[in-house]
């Protein structure tokens, strides 16, 4: 008995096969939707899948290096001392920095300062005597307060009520900004080399075809054949994406450049910083400091390279054409619920 039980066990459950009822329905609506799913989803796998995504190929991410070298001369008219010229040396502070560089367009230069007392800046006034207090470190003046006033003008001001400067100890003179104009013409030379170790591939934004008196010419411009990939801009904020496909020469790998502001508002833009070169001069400390207000320019790589891959594309192709299912799917739903004759096609699809 029980090896009759096991044996009609084993019958019913793995010595048989099933297979679905198949119907023909001979209607214009079905065979409509029924065509028009098949065809959406066609569309989609090799539309977007295949030509959109590129599900045919493998990617890999780019690696990236990034130098850069500002163009930058201009003469400064000085009433005071005598002219001078600036250049690279002088506007780009620190010369070097990681996918980065930083433009000085307005300066603040005292030289010769020592530690001795000295106006204030002429943001910081004050009132009444007592505002000062001797030797009350003030958070936006320049040294320690002291509890007379600076100047001869300020004895006018004072007369009058009107505000009169404070006399600080501090490093004298204390500073006074120069802004630098045609800050908008000056250019940069980025060299950008990038790697796709799966694919062997090196490639550099100075292409194959950019000779030496090219570079010294050129400047970028979207709009033109040969200089929307020319490697020098102006004074922008730049973001540098390769797209290459490898099926094709890699020649044809090039990249695109974009550019953007990553501030908002007009408070508190741009940055400063201040450095000084100390020295002593007839046994005196003395230092000149040089406080620079500049533009942070970061530049920003992304890309990606990809080449046909046999395993990715079957996976896709074979991901996307299981997807016709759905057809059927979708069809049995409306035929079996929703026409007119369900009932009539639901007694012919299922058998009790």
């Known amino acids: ?37 098949q065809m959406l989803i066609v569309t989609y796998v090799i539309g977007w ?35 001078r010229i600036w250049d690279v040396a002088d ?48 958070g936006l003046g320049w040294g320690v307060q002291c509890a007379t006033q600076a100047g001869a003008s300020n004895s006018h001001q004072r007369e009058r ?24 013409n000056f250019t940069v030379l980025i060299k950008n080399s990038v790697e796709f170790p799966k694919f062997g591939v090196k490639r550099r934004n100075i292409l194959s075809n950019m000779g030496k008196n090219y570079l010294r010419g050129c400047n970028y411009r979207p709009d033109h054949e040969m200089d929307k990939y020319c490697p020098i801009f102006r004074m922008v904020a730049i973001d540098i994406h390769w797209e290459c496909n490898f099926d094709y020469d890699e020649e044809e790998c090039k990249p695109d450049y974009k550019f953007r502001n990553l501030e908002d508002g007009h408070v508190g833009r741009g940055w400063n910083f201040r450095h000084a070169y100390h020295y002593v001069e007839d046994g005196v400390h003395r230092r000149t400091l040089v406080k620079a207000y500049g533009i942070q320019f970061f530049i920003s790589v992304t890309g990606r390279g990809g080449k046909f891959d046999v395993l990715n594309f079957t996976m896709n192709l074979g991901s996307g054409l299981a997807l016709l299912t759905l057809a059927t799917v979708l069809c049995d739903i409306i035929v079996l619920n929703i026409m007119r004759k369900r009932k009539k096609y639901r007694q012919a699809k299922i058998d009790k």
């Open 1 to 37: 008995v029980m090896a009759s039980s096991v044996k009609k066990f084993l019958s019913a459950t793995l010595f048989e096969y099933e297979t679905q009822k198949v119907i023909a329905i001979s209607s214009y609506k079905i065979g409509l939707i029924y065509r028009g799913i």
């Open 161 to 184: 009520g009107l505000p009169h400067l404070r006399e600080s100890t501090a490093w004298c003179p204390t500073e006074q900004d120069i802004l630098m104009t045609r800050v908008q």
């Open 49 to 83: 899948v295949m030509l959109r995504e590129k599900g045919y190929q493998s990617f890999e991410t780019v690696v990236s290096g990034v130098t850069t070298k500002l163009k930058v001369h201009q003469l400064h008219r000085n009433p005071v001392h005598r002219d």
């Open 91 to 138: 506007w780009a502070v620190p010369p070097q920095m990681n996918s980065a560089f930083f433009v000085t367009p307005t300066w603040s230069s005292p030289k010769n300062q020592s530690q001795t007392t000295c106006e204030e800046d002429k943001d910081n006034k004050w009132m009444q005597n007592s505002d000062c207090i001797k030797g009350h470190v003030h």
